[in-house]
T-cell receptor, first 113, second 113 residues
């Protein structure tokens, strides 16, 4: 059974600081996803990481994937209040786009002025 | 990215009744996925719906409780049958993109009284 663990589950930080969210998964997978969810909203796709060593960046967010360690990180640089949200990582077990995702529990991020 | 709509956006239903949720995509897709997000929780995959074949259900979900239809490549329905308060959740449909992305609809917020 594929398990996905995120930590921390809750993070309160100040604007301007850097921090990293970690996502570990239990079984070999070749795709890892990061999503953002605002309260009362659906999921917004942030990154899809497809290979070992993959790194993607968008604004103040950077995601990386180490498939050997079964670990992905989401790094936040110089946080701003607008990044406050819940962040989920998710992993797919199969190949070819035919499989749904197994999600972590999410990291509830609050960025205070 | 795919544009996904769901109907209804929210509903309040009585125990023992059924609700059918519709998911419409603006382009043809092979796979559609249905997820449940219980209050304050992460997302759990209910089933995968492939056009022309029966849906594949995940452990803990059965067809009698969550029948799914997939009549064409742009549309799917999920029915929540014989509802109880434990079925109160957000139900989301998802589709795959061109480069392994997975996009989510806006969700249907269901409250069972």
């Amino acid at each position: 059974e594929l398990k996905v663990e995120q930590n921390p589950l809750f993070l309160s930080m100040q604007e301007g600081k850097n921090y990293t969210i970690y996502c570990n998964y239990s079984t070999t997978s070749d795709r890892l996803y990061w999503y953002r969810q605002d309260p009362g909203k659906s999921l917004e796709s942030l990154f899809v990481l497809l290979s070992n060593g993959a790194v993607k960046q968008e604004g103040r967010l950077m995601a990386s994937l180490d498939t050997k360690a079964r670990l992905s990180t989401l790094h936040i640089t110089a946080a701003v209040h607008d990044l406050s949200a819940t962040y989920f990582c998710a992993v797919v077990l199969g190949r070819g786009g035919a499989d749904g995702l197994t999600f972590g529990k999410g990291t509830h991020l609050i960025i205070q002025p | 990215s795919a544009v996904i709509s769901q109907k209804p956006s929210r509903d309040i239903c009585q125990r023992g009744t059924s609700l059918t949720i519709q998911c419409q995509v603006d382009s043809q897709v092979t796979m559609m996925f249905w997820y449940r997000q219980q209050p304050g929780q992460s997302l759990t995959l209910i089933a995968t719906a492939n056009q022309g074949s029966e849906a594949t259900y995940e452990s803990g979900f059965v067809i009698d409780k969550f029948p799914i239809s997939r009549p064409n490549l742009t549309f799917s329905t999920l029915t929540v049958s014989n509802m109880s308060p434990e079925d109160s959740s957000i139900y989301l449909c998802s589709v795959g993109g061109t480069f392994y992305e997975q996009y989510f609809g806006p969700g249907t917020r269901l409250t069972v009284t």
